[in-house]
C-alpha cells in the first residue's frame, strides 16, 4: 500500500491550496477515503471525509463551506481543496483509507498558513 500526499505548503491567510493523495496497492473504489489533520500540541482530528463511490461527504463544523473533499476512482486519487484559509487550519494533514477493518494511513503534508 503506498499514498503520496501533494499539495502542501506554506499560504497567506485567505489563500488556497488543493491537497491530492494518490494511492496504490488497495482497490481504492472499495474504500472509504478521509482526511485528518494534525496540529503541534493537538490530537488529530476529522476534516473531512467521503464514501467508496463518492456520493456523499461530511465534514468537520470549521471547515464546512471552505474545504471540499473529492475522489477520482479512475485515477486512485482522494483531493482536499482548501478555501478561505486561517492560521489555525495550520497542521500536518493525512490521508486515511478505511473499509471495516482496514485502515491506512498517509504519512502526512504539512499545510502553513501565515503572513
Known amino acids: 500500500v503506498q499514498f503520496v500526499e501533494s499539495g502542501g505548503g506554506l499560504v497567506q491567510p485567505g489563500g488556497s491550496l488543493r491537497l491530492s493523495c494518490a494511492t496504490s496497492g488497495f482497490t481504492f473504489r472499495w474504500y472509504a477515503m478521509t482526511w485528518y489533520r494534525q496540529a503541534p500540541g493537538k490530537e488529530r482530528e476529522l476534516v473531512a471525509t467521503?464514501?467508496?463511490?463518492?456520493?456523499?461527504?461530511n465534514y468537520a463544523d470549521d471547515t464546512k463551506g471552505r474545504f471540499t473533499i473529492s475522489r477520482d476512482n479512475a485515477k486512485n486519487t482522494v483531493y482536499l481543496q482548501t478555501n478561505s484559509l486561517k492560521p489555525k487550519d495550520t497542521a500536518v494533514y493525512y490521508c486515511?483509507?478505511?473499509?471495516?477493518?482496514?485502515?491506512?494511513w498517509g504519512q502526512g503534508i504539512q499545510v502553513t498558513v501565515s503572513s
Open positions: 467521503i464514501t467508496s463511490g463518492g456520493g456523499s461527504a
Open positions: 486515511n483509507a478505511k473499509r471495516g477493518t482496514m485502515d491506512y
